[in-house]
């Protein structure tokens, strides 16, 4: 079996680098993900004396998938990478994601690992740790929570002292930590944070290490770097994806690198915490959509009612109906194929502000990409994980009895995306960045922008006859927006900060219905003028986005209005009062 | 161990008797059956060689339960009862569900079992069978659901032969069917629905038998029926609680008995389908109620970040706040609370008016309660199961990362609940049911008497000044409602029922959302009063009742804005037009 893409080279042509790319994804996805499916959910990976033991297409994932490139593939050309821009490693890990969720994690991990040692690391750790972690011979994760530090990452304890080697001396409990662990890469090189003795508390006195599970010795070998896995956690869902509870320096050696300069830990991770962001929002629309065509599937090949005719009756002499020709059926696939493909477009188009960042030709231009970023990520993150859900949940109801079944497929999938809301900051906290950071940031200019962007649509839209009340609509919807954020702002003006925030997760249901609306319109913007210029798709193609924007416009962002009147309301329900009996 | 209420008799007084069955309940709960719930979900019921395996705790639930009366309590004394009503029945389950949902099936559905027969059946059926149900040493199941005949009853096709000693030879499939087998009762009497050879096509040819796993012989023993175990069905949740597929007459040796006239056997099956249907909406409730406590424990104990001061910001010398603490979390917790109890007080309403029916002392009467209960059963149904999934996912979502893992309760529950929305009819079936037969009816009576009910309500909410807000907006989405059926009821009479009823699911949420307006404002008025009046509960309490009312009018009764939008739609876009393009 050969994945073409490891031939790839900086001589290669950019479109087919792109399109070999994804082709060898897709080739990858079907033969060696998608059939280990349901079996990695069957058999989840499970720790036993202090190993963590995970199915073997692991192996195949980190090693093969490392040999074709899909771990060094963004990084230059330099690096033994192909410099494909984010976009393209979105579409591509979206399939892998779609046709095995539980396995695009461990190269990921791995390749956000390398990334932060790459952009941070100096020359010894490059040279030590990336070379191994691109080919997929070594893992990495991420080592970020503690078990009294989930959400609030300023009271991480992990201890670094200094040694007289350079290096520290590491001690700390680490969980909830995905890929921590397995027994079939050589190594596992964890990204740590911690805080280095006498660092300042909070936020500003945490420092980034590596931490190998082996490290290096003089010899050119490993050694035990007194890493331990003390054990896993079993999940809802993404069973195969291993998510351990790791000790550091039980035994007091074990050794971490300083990366980058001391107590600036965290703005290195979150540096790194947009791409992470984009790969969360990524994953639940891919399971999303991966749901999607299994109930489709089924409701195309399930006999089951009739039509109503006009007294209101069935006749029992008639076939059956195909459940897909109920009109309650048609309604639930239309949900999940509206948030599933706009989800995936606000997906893109985050990668796509991501890479303009990237080769932007003057700081304006880089500044406003990045603004429009920063304010669309919460988002991104947050709609294809909630509505998601709601979709495949809609999936799997399609299949009635079916779908509550472990023969089917679509019970996995919902506990699968069930992770999305909680992975890299929970919709709870995404929402408090949305509204609290976002909003307000330099002064409102990233809203601004936005707005500019959505207008541009607007302008588009009007100038096509058929989509003029869908950019009205979608106009009164940022007019209704004014109005809501000039109920809000005031609080956050008065220094009222827990009632500025109180409702921001409404206000995040609110906004992505609006931002989804944006993209639905972009999408039917481009579908009409493809379809009248005989774009390379059949007509059914067109056809059927424009039905799947207008089904949005008719049942999805309508919901804004309910959403706008519970902003907008004056009460304090669910800030605590003084002795305010628990609710 | 000895629970008193099967000492209870006749001669008991009615409230003695009513709260004995709670609180012999209760203990049963406590000591029987929540100790047992996670490990019902870890070692789920599995078929081996043709039977199948359950809990040991299902033998306690059916035969203590049986010894206690749980199965027995509503009959009459004749038959060993206690002529208990629905509304204790109900919050007796209630307990039961919340417990360890994986087990008061088996004896609800011998129950059920039984009441068709005690109903229905002749003198030598109800000697032959009730006993042994109602004592729990038998078990009993309901068996609808065929492979090709899911919602579809009309489309049964097991088939029943009259045999020469007047019981008929049975032979079919059966799937889907709950307690379909265990290894402790000594048999399993099926309730099952049949076509007798030559009866007319649909609905109307459909009869009902009772066909025992094993058959009593001449010399007052048992010999097997022909009833086979052909498999059973591992699902998401309710994984303690057996799902089965039958098999009967495999050998030609299948004997079943007519319940009642022939053809008539789906007509008697609806006249228990009410019950049926306030069991999944109780059951739905309880599972939710669980969920809530338990994340609200969590909440209670867990600290996590802080409080935003006046700056914004947080100070890191601060205390960690307990989550409880923050206005996201209390909004998770409030919309649980709501949902949880708003959905108890319906589903106690629906029992109530089941048991006025008995009660009621004129035809008018009879009537008007008959109708009442008809016009709220799709709601009783749905709305816990629907509402109560989106409750038990906050109530996950509360405890962040430690919610998904299977340690924590709250994933059981999430899986548990989702089955609510799937059985005795969808969410779908029940929205057609709600909209096309319960609107409707009568001319619209039912709805008329409904509305007369919310009315009374508003009048004494009107004459107490601080609910006269919420009784305000309830008018108003009253009058919402006339103008959406305004909107809709023109398609039924056109004969465009397809039209009609292709919004039926969102109806549906919208006409929930405006009951549990009802109940909350009903609870407002009780509480309003009671705390005057120094009811029986502290002030807290009652507190706790109208902050979460103005909590639901708050936060879930506007959704009803945007739900209106959505149905008051022109459009026609979940309905297939020739030629369309799959969605």
Not at 118 to 136: C, D, P, Q, R
Not at 167 to 178: L, R, T, V
Not at 255 to 262: Q, S
Not at 542 to 551: A, E, P, R, V
Request: hydrophobic fraction near 40%; charge should be negative.
């Amino acid at each position: 079996m050969d994945y073409e893409f490891q031939y790839l080279n900086k001589q290669s042509d950019f479109y087919v680098k792109e399109l070999t790319v994804i082709w060898c994804v897709k080739e990858f996805a079907d033969r060696e993900m998608f059939p280990f499916f349901k079996e990695m959910d069957e058999n989840p990976a499970y720790h036993k004396d202090g190993k963590v033991f995970v199915h073997e297409q692991v192996k195949t994932m980190m090693y093969k998938g490392g040999e074709m490139g899909l771990i060094s593939a963004p990084f230059d050309y330099e690096m033994g990478g192909l410099q494909i821009p984010l976009m393209t490693q979105t579409a591509a890990y979206y399939i892998l994601d779609a046709a095995n969720n539980h396995l695009p994690g461990y190269p990921a991990l791995t390749q956000g690992a390398a990334e932060l040692i790459i952009h941070f690391g100096n020359e010894a750790l490059k040279e030590t740790y990336v070379g191994h972690m691109l080919s997929g011979v070594w893992g990495g994760t991420m080592c970020l929570t503690e078990p009294q530090a989930g959400s609030s990452l300023s009271d991480i304890v992990t201890k670094a002292t200094p040694a007289d080697d350079g290096s520290y001396n590491i001690s700390g409990q680490k969980i909830f930590i995905s890929g921590g662990d397995n027994n079939f890469t050589e190594n596992v090189v964890h990204l740590v944070l911690a805080r280095i003795e006498g660092a300042p508390k909070g936020t500003k006195g945490i420092s980034l290490f590596v931490v190998p599970k082996n490290r290096p010795t003089a010899d050119g070998g490993l050694e035990w770097n007194d890493v331990t896995t003390v054990a896993d956690f079993q999940k809802l869902g993404q069973r195969g994806y291993c998510t351990t509870h790791l000790g550091f320096g039980d035994k007091e050696d074990c050794k971490g690198w300083l990366v980058g300069e001391p107590h600036k830990g965290l703005h290195y991770m979150f540096l790194m915490m947009n791409a992470a962001r984009i790969a969360v929002g990524r994953g639940a629309s891919a399971i999303a959509s991966a749901a999607y065509y299994a109930s489709l599937a089924y409701a195309n090949e399930r006999p089951q009612g009739r039509k109503l005719s006009a007294d209101g009756k069935k006749n029992p002499d008639e076939q059956q109906s195909l459940i897909i020709e109920h009109p309650d059926v048609r309604r639930m696939l239309l949900m999940q194929k509206s948030v599933v493909e706009g989800s995936m477009s606000l997906v893109l188009l985050a990668a796509k502000y991501y890479d303009l960042i990237e080769t932007a030709e003057s700081a304006e231009e880089k500044e406003k990409y990045h603004l429009l970023l920063e304010m669309i990520i919460p988002i991104v993150k947050t709609y294809p994980s909630e509505a998601g859900l709601q979709a495949v949940n809609n999936g799997l109801q399609t299949l009635g009895g079916y779908g509550f079944c472990a023969d089917y497929i679509l019970q996995q999938y919902l506990r699968d995306i069930r992770i999305s809301s909680i992975y890299e900051g929970t919709t709870g906290i995404q929402s408090q960045d949305l509204l609290g950071r976002k909003v307000p940031m330099n002064n409102g200019k990233a809203l601004e922008l936005l707005t500019g962007e959505i207008m541009k649509t607007l302008t588009a839209a009007s100038q096509i006859q058929s989509l003029q009340p869908y950019a009205k609509t979608l106009g009164d919807k940022l007019k209704l927006t004014e109005k809501v954020l000039g109920h809000l702002m005031p609080f956050a003006m008065q220094g009222n900060y827990e009632r500025f925030l109180a409702d921001a997760s409404v206000f995040m249901e609110y906004l992505s219905l609006v931002l989804i609306g944006w993209t639905w319109l972009d999408l039917g913007v481009n579908a009409t003028k493809s379809k009248e210029n005989g774009g390379s798709y059949s007509p059914d193609f067109y056809d059927s986005k424009l039905h799947t924007m207008k089904y949005f416009y008719t049942y999805e962002l309508p919901k804004t209005s309910g959403l706008a009147e519970i902003l907008l309301n004056t009460e304090n329900i669910t800030i605590k009062k003084e002795n305010e009996p628990i609710v």
